[in-house]
């Protein structure tokens, strides 16, 4: 359904300017928000096209591609902020909220200088966009989203991500919560509790979001993930997962946890199985839904060989994000990085072939992936984990974070993440690590740690990427049953499971100590990685179960 409101300059024969009658959707902006509808032009559910037109006429070095996906730049911010992301503390949540650096807390009258400061940014637009959407396919715990912002770029990007509604839904949808962005326009830094021009706060009172100060599609996306971490374990007793998720043609269903940059998308895209979706899940006590209506997928070195379920959803209705094209042919360079490590795609969930619609799984995870990415090159490729083991990697939530995922990060950095999704947590990490634990012994999981990065050495001591031939292969093992009955060795101070023979992988890259041709030495460089995981699992020691403390590395 569109509907678009537009300032009427023509005066009516009388010389008085005729009333005209407002939309519910401007009615609703105009009370909720103080929107000023009868000044700003209101595209209210537009569609593909119309959004292209925008963002080509409006939108500096917006461009159409040659495979027909949308151009567009998100300015000085490539990547989130999260070190400015903040939960106003009010009364109803602050007692689940997990503060700290990850929610920063804001005041209710920080809250209300920001949130006029966006609405007045907004009022002055000649033009404002609202997509309407759900996040959540399981109608019983799905929520409704509405956006405002300001961008046509933003608008496409949250109507790829957010699931669509039918025209006729659209007719009587009424948001749960609404975004604000308003990233064109800085916060005031001298603001008390600002730090910095950007602001992304939640209010899970009002039920609202407003973002200031950076113009990553991203933190919209993230935004609304974080408000499913506290709604769903909160209120529903439904575990939110920061995983990607497919199911088999004899509904297994896999699951992978991981941070950005470990492969989540790139995995879960598998053409022998159905995906239900590549970042944002549920586990509930039916099965396993997906939150979102499309794909973010990183796209750097990106190739039709590599990964062609990916590749081939960049068409028309796509949106790529920083990236840069040649002028003449329109085809995009996904190997370069003058703008960013960090270039994107998102398209609605359908443009993967073998998409599972609706993306909801009445079966329960078969197996369950976490995927780290160690750029020290010393964890196997594939390890076999029991209950406590997968407890503390999952805690632990350990990664090499890749470079451009994040403001300010140009190369690989190690960093452990909770429940590999730390910054976007609301609770306390061992509410939902308690919650996985429940679930595993209930359905009898399967549980691996899958490395996907890198092997022989470290990246910057001689190493290479596991190659994705070879971890698909991994996941190929997995999936039919093989790698859970071939033999098995305990690999070194993390006491790991690691198989000694996988269908199409050669049998030196599974155990690192047997593939190590780097210039530091092996061992040391094992011991130092166990220290970090000892040292960070400290802030949890308290909470942890014996079991759980002597399943990390012995140091």
């Not at 119309?50 to 490539?78: F, N, P, Q």
């Not at 990183?298 to 590749?311: M, Q, R, T, V």
């Not at 976490?370 to 503390?392: F, H, W």
């Amino acid at each position: 359904m569109v509907t678009q409101s537009v300032n009427r300059t023509a005066l009516h024969p009388s010389g008085v300017q005729p009333q005209r009658e407002h939309t519910e959707i401007e009615e609703e902006l105009h009370e909720r928000a103080h929107i000023d509808y009868d000044r700003v032009a209101i595209v209210a559910n537009p569609s593909v096209a119309a959004l292209y037109e925008d963002a080509l006429v409006y939108e500096t070095g917006s461009a159409i591609t040659s495979t027909g996906a949308l151009s567009a730049y998100s300015g000085a911010k490539t990547g989130r902020s999260p070190s400015d992301k903040r939960i106003v503390k009010e009364e109803g949540s602050s007692e689940h909220i997990w503060w700290g650096p990850v929610n920063k807390p804001m005041t209710t009258d920080v809250w209300k200088i920001n949130r006029e400061r966006a609405v007045d940014y907004l009022n002055t637009r000649n033009r404002i966009y609202v997509i309407d959407g759900y996040a959540g396919w399981d109608e019983r715990y799905r929520i409704n989203v509405r956006v405002v912002c300001a961008r046509a770029y933003h608008a496409l990007f949250m109507r790829n991500m957010l699931i669509r509604p039918s025209r006729e839904d659209l007719k009587g949808f009424h948001p749960d919560y609404v975004i604000y962005n308003a990233g064109a326009f800085p916060a005031n830094r001298f603001t008390t509790g600002m730090t910095s021009a950007t602001s992304v706060a939640i209010n899970f009172a009002e039920k609202e979001m407003v973002i200031l100060g950076t113009e990553y599609a991203g933190e919209m996306k993230k935004g609304i993930f974080t408000v499913l971490f506290y709604e769903m374990p909160v209120k529903h007793n439904v575990l939110t997962l920061h995983s990607s998720a497919n199911e088999g043609k004899d509904g297994d269903v896999t699951v992978f946890f991981g941070l950005s940059g470990t492969g989540k998308t790139t995995l879960s895209a598998d053409h022998k199985r159905a995906l239900i979706g590549d970042d944002e899940h549920c586990w509930s006590d039916k099965g396993v839904f997906n939150i979102e209506g499309g794909c973010y997928a990183k796209c750097i070195g990106l190739s039709a060989e590599k990964e062609p379920d990916i590749f081939n959803a960049i068409k028309f209705g796509a949106i790529l994000e920083n990236t840069v094209f040649d002028p003449i042919t329109r085809i995009v360079d996904y190997d370069d990085t003058t703008l960013t490590e960090n270039t994107r795609c998102a398209y609605p969930i359908e443009y993967i072939e073998n998409t599972k619609i609706p993306c909801i799984s009445s079966n329960h995870p078969t197996n369950i992936v976490l995927l780290t990415c160690d750029a020290r090159g010393v964890l196997p490729p594939i390890s076999k984990l029991n209950t406590e083991q997968t407890m503390y990697h999952f805690i632990s939530g350990y990664t090499s974070k890749m470079a451009g995922t994040e403001d300010g990060v140009t190369e690989p950095q190690a960093t452990f993440s909770s429940c590999f999704a730390q910054p976007f947590l609301a609770l306390h990490p061992m509410r939902y690590a308690k919650m996985l634990a429940e679930k595993i012994s209930q359905h009898n999981a399967n549980a691996w740690l899958l490395n996907t990065g890198w092997v022989g050495a470290g990246a910057t001591t001689g190493g290479k990427r596991c190659p994705l031939k070879y971890t698909r292969a991994i996941l190929d093992a997995i999936h039919s049953g093989e790698l859970a009955k071939v033999e098995y060795e305990t690999y070194e101070t993390f006491n790991l499971e690691v198989p000694k023979t996988c269908s199409n992988v050669p049998d030196d890259i599974l155990n690192p100590a047997k593939s190590w041709t780097g210039s530091a030495d092996f061992k040391e460089e094992v011991t130092k990685l166990g220290q970090l995981f000892s040292e960070n699992f400290k802030r949890f020691s308290d909470e942890a179960t014996p079991e759980v403390l002597k399943a990390g590395p012995q140091v």
